[in-house]
């Protein structure tokens, strides 16, 4: 409803309707809510039943996981839909994002891993690749501190972890979750290494953002059709 509101009140922009299962640890231990065992069959069929509903059909629906009875948006629909945008970090959900979303977002890549999360999200289909790009203008020196506990609060979720992983820093990943087992909050933060920090959450005078951010951008403009 609110997707479909905003784009009755601006028919000629493009409204992007995120969606993502997020982690078990964001979900259940951080919000208090549940999460499904099988997140990848949950999000096709929440997907599927969502651009249903953004149709303005009157919706029956009977999945697997939800039931919808003659559900009918409450806004009449323009002919141009919201776009349904998944975030995605692993294999099976980019490539997901590609079969049956319109767009996917990327967030907390180096740009050289954007290549491999695009190639998986082709492997599904012709997704709109959207990213989230960390960067600021400032003191780097002064921003490392907060930089490093960000990343750090990112590593100790599961998908997260996996991803950075994959972007080749693994040894660093097992070092800070190691030290966050062992309660040594210190330690885990010390473990997030520059190379991390700059490669992730940019910070730094005008020309090292710009350097930056064409590295991002020139990586999504080589690997998106």
């Not at 979900?27 to 039943?49: C, K, N, T």
């Not at 149709?55 to 039931?67: I, K, L, P």
């Not at 999360?117 to 780097?140: L, M, S």
């Amino acid at each position: 409803m609110a997707a479909t509101s905003l784009q009755a009140l601006a028919p000629d922009r493009e409204v992007l309707l995120g969606v993502g299962v997020s982690s078990p640890v964001v979900a259940r231990d951080w919000h208090g809510a549940s999460y499904q065992a099988s997140p990848l069959a949950h999000m096709r069929e929440f997907i599927v039943l969502l651009r249903e509903c953004l149709s303005g059909d009157t919706v029956t629906f009977a999945g697997d996981y939800y039931q919808v009875r003659k559900f009918r948006l409450g806004v009449e629909p323009g002919e141009r839909k919201p776009k349904i945008v998944l975030g995605a970090l692993g294999e099976g959900m980019l490539r997901l994002a590609g079969q049956e979303a319109d767009g996917v977002l990327l967030n907390y890549l180096p740009a050289s891993h954007v290549s491999w999360c695009v190639e998986q999200v082709r492997r599904g289909g012709n997704a709109t690749i959207y990213a989230n790009i960390h960067v600021g203008v400032g003191d780097r020196e002064a921003a490392a501190p907060r930089a490093r506990y960000d990343l750090f609060s990112y590593a100790v979720v599961d998908a997260y972890a996996n991803s950075f992983t994959r972007a080749g820093y693994g040894d660093a990943i097992q070092a800070i979750r190691a030290a966050h087992r062992a309660g040594d909050r210190a330690g885990a933060l010390a473990a997030v290494p520059d190379e991390m920090v700059d490669a992730i959450d940019v910070v730094g005078d005008e020309t090292h953002w710009s350097a930056k951010r064409s590295a991002h951008t020139g990586t999504l403009a080589l690997t998106s059709p």
